[in-house]
T-cell receptor, first 115, second 113 residues
Framework: AQSVTQLDSHVSVSEGTPVLLRCNYSSSYSPSLFWYVQHPNKGLQLLLKYTSAATLVKGINGFEAEFKKSETSFHLTKPSAHMSDAAEYFC?????????????FGTGTKLQVIP | DAGVIQSPRHEVTEMGQEVTLRCKPI?????LFWYRQTMMRGLELLIY????????DSGMPEDRFSAKMPNASFSTLKIQPSEPRDSAVYFC???????????FGQGTRLTVV
């Protein structure tokens, strides 16, 4: 069984300040973890992924996330928010083992960036 | 590659009508997924295929929904008859077995009136 919990449904930050979007997971298998971003009326775009290599993962647009097994967390961060970062972000978990391909999405966090 | 292509982008139909959503996955990808996104339920996996074979359809809400993948480059999701509660954005995604992540289409926004 697996699940993912995004702890905040909405986050509001000022432009130029750090972003922290929180994600906790549970998985019976060694997981792969992802962050996707969805801009209004758009599809989901992959920001970054963790697949059992380096625990600190860098993605596009200056985002990064750290896999912490002891805390079962995969929080998304960015040092300085930009207006274009305003979107909804989804944390996703999938088993890293072969065979079963089910993907579990978090409920999403809407990021608001205030000028 | 143009990515995952879905059509139509928007569909408005009357209750009781048949609706067919279409998806062209990225060439060479082995897996294809259909998701539904609503405000109330978020993103739900409806069904996924591996090498054109349906593997898990436990997310399909009811018998009114059906999905096919007649070949590696095309899939359909059909709703017959449609109901207002089917209104949602439907996403198709595909994945290469050598990669962990899936790639999403732009979605089809379905409105049933």
């Amino acid at each position: 069984a697996q699940s993912v919990t995004q702890l905040d449904s909405h986050v509001s930050v000022s432009e130029g300040t750090p972003v922290l979007l929180r994600c906790n997971y549970s998985s019976s298998y060694s997981p792969s973890l992802f962050w996707y971003v969805q801009h209004p009326n758009k599809g989901l775009q992959l920001l970054l992924k963790y697949t059992s290599a380096a625990t600190l993962v860098k993605g596009i647009n200056g985002f990064e996330a750290e896999f912490k097994k002891s805390e079962t967390s995969f929080h998304l961060t960015k040092p300085s928010a930009h207006m274009s970062d305003a979107a909804e972000y989804f944390c996703v978990v999938t088993p890293n083992s072969g065979g079963y391909q089910k993907v579990t999405f978090g409920t999403g966090t809407k990021l608001q960036v205030i000028p | 590659d143009a990515g995952v292509i879905q059509s139509p982008r928007h569909e408005v139909t009357e209750m009781g009508q048949e609706v067919t959503l279409r998806c062209k996955p990225i060439s060479g990808h082995d897996y294809l997924f259909w998701y539904r996104q609503t405000m109330m339920r978020g993103l739900e996996l409806l069904i996924y295929f591996n090498n054109n074979v349906p593997i898990d359809d436990s997310g399909m809400p009811e018998d009114r929904f059906s999905a096919k993948m007649p070949n590696a480059s095309f899939s359909t999701l059909k709703i017959q008859p449609s109901e207002p509660r089917d209104s949602a954005v439907y996403f198709c995604a595909s994945r290469d077995r050598g990669l962990a992540e899936a790639f999403f289409g732009q979605g089809t926004r379905l409105t049933v009136v």
